[in-house]
């Protein structure tokens, strides 16, 4: 399996990579990892912490891993998807304190001709569940072509 540095799998820039580094994947899953540091956007210098809800954004850029990583091992190019929503978010904590190495896993549940899919997305540190949620994205077989006849209506 090759790796790749997180910058080559996510179709963002710095400041708006939140994740350290794609860990693993396969056809159907990929790991991620976060450790939270006063670096780390949307970090709250006076409670030494990062909310929970930036949680569904962890997962938002572990499922864009997913996808790209696999494109790119087939010889294809990173591109856009996009969140639809997320279901069932359950948030255990209320923050990710400093210093936290958050796992951020997700497993493809359902993949549409159409490309809409379902994800089953969780948080853990060490063994411990700290969020988890189902995520429904959509993934156009031309992103930018899609952006455009969206802005047009």
């Not at 856009?80 to 069932?88: E, I, K, P, T």
């Not at 990710?96 to 896993?105: G, H, K, P, T, Y």
């Not at 497993?107 to 569940?129: A, H, P, T, Y």
């Amino acid at each position: 399996m090759n790796t790749y540095p997180i910058e080559h799998v996510l179709p963002h820039a710095h400041p708006m990579i939140l994740l350290d580094s794609l860990l693993e994947f396969s056809a159907t899953t990929a790991v991620c990892a976060v450790r939270i540091a006063p670096h780390s956007n949307f970090y709250n210098l006076e409670r030494n912490s990062v909310p929970s809800y930036v949680g569904l954004e962890y997962m938002a850029q572990t499922i864009a891993a997913y996808a790209n990583v696999l494109k790119l091992e087939e010889g294809g190019v990173v591109s856009l998807g996009f969140l639809v929503s997320a279901r069932n978010y359950s948030a255990r904590v209320s923050e990710f304190s400093q210093d936290a190495e958050l796992i951020v896993s997700v497993e493809l549940l359902l993949k549409e001709s159409n490309g809409l899919s379902v994800f089953d997305c969780r948080i853990m540190q060490q063994d411990e569940l700290l969020v988890d949620a189902k995520i429904n994205v959509f993934e156009p077989d031309d992103p930018e072509q899609y952006l455009l006849e969206q802005a047009a209506k």
